[in-house]
């Protein structure tokens, strides 16, 4: 699996498990590319089955689908956007003289994308622990204090 599909991958994955403790990566090692529409339709599988098992009402499913559906977007945009970013380290790479302050601020700059990323995905963790009841919530952390645990 490449890079920007493993990413991918974790970013929208990511959201499924903070929030419903689902998503385990293990398996997915061996995937090759991936076409984005189709993790996506993967990952909101899964995250249907954690929403059936919280017994969420249709309003928190579609609130909770909203969060992954824009992350998911925002995911997307980030690694097409790394594509470009790739494309310049390797002309600054080949370069007799790489320009080393175009390649930190690229370097900065990637990072910036990336850590403003994980605030939305933290945000719409924020946000499904409002949508979810607080027993909800409780079978929540159930299952991420299992899985922590090495079940």
Excluded: C, Y
């Excluded at 370069?95 to 910036?112: G, I, Y």
């Amino acid at each position: 699996m490449n890079t920007k599909n493993k990413i991918l991958v974790a970013g929208s994955a990511l959201l499924a498990f903070v929030l419903l403790t689902g998503f385990r990566g293990g398996g997915m090692h061996g995937w090759g590319p991936r076409d984005p529409e189709r993790v996506k339709q993967m990952v909101t599988w899964k995250l249907d089955d954690r929403l059936e098992g919280l017994k969420a009402s249709d309003a928190q499913k579609e609130a909770i689908h909203g969060l992954k559906d824009s992350l998911f977007e925002d995911g997307k945009r980030l690694f097409e956007e790394q594509k470009g970013a790739k494309a310049e380290l390797l002309n600054q790479w080949e370069s007799a003289n790489p320009d080393s302050k175009a390649v930190h601020a690229l370097v900065d700059a990637r990072l910036d994308a990336f850590r403003a990323f994980a605030h939305k995905v933290a945000d719409a963790a924020l946000e499904a622990h409002r949508i979810l009841t607080p027993e909800q919530r409780g079978q929540v952390t159930a299952q991420v204090r299992e899985r922590m645990n090495g079940r």
